[in-house]
């Protein structure tokens, strides 16, 4: 069955930096774009970026230049590296796989299967 396992979250001060990781099994990994959410309590999850299973990325515009996803198909692991962290970049961080075309994938209705969620904290 496919899973996404994450880990990388945790407590941060401003400014710092957090790597996330997303370990995919159950599926063909290189096979499929994927993408990174977040979601506040009260609020819509929201698109930080996504790649494509070619590597393509598209980033929000409150993680461009701050943010970096990659992946590595050998690994069947995905990565969102984020820099100079913000207090308003605290949210659950979640990976996802998206089941439709490249062009769909900041629809989060394109997105069948989702990891678990890590919490980020940004402490001003």
């Known amino acids: 069955q496919v899973q996404l396992v994450e880990s990388g979250g945790g407590l941060v001060q401003a400014g710092g930096s957090l790597r996330h990781s997303c370990a995919a099994s159950?599926?063909?990994?290189?096979?499929?774009?994927m993408g990174w959410y977040r979601q506040v309590p009260g609020k819509e999850r929201e698109l930080v970026a996504a790649i494509s299973s070619g590597g393509m990325t598209v980033y929000a515009v409150s993680a461009k230049g701050r943010f970096t996803i990659s992946r590595d198909n050998a690994k069947n692991t995905l990565y969102l590296q984020m820099n100079s962290l913000k207090p308003e970049d605290t949210a659950v961080y979640y990976c996802?796989?998206?089941?439709?075309?490249?062009?769909?994938?900041?629809?989060?209705?394109?997105?069948?299967?989702w990891g678990q969620g890590t919490q980020v904290t940004v402490s001003a």
């Open positions: 159950g599926f063909t990994f290189s096979n499929y774009a």
């Open positions: 996802a796989r998206c089941g439709g075309d490249w062009w769909a994938c900041t629809d989060f209705r394109e997105y069948d299967y």
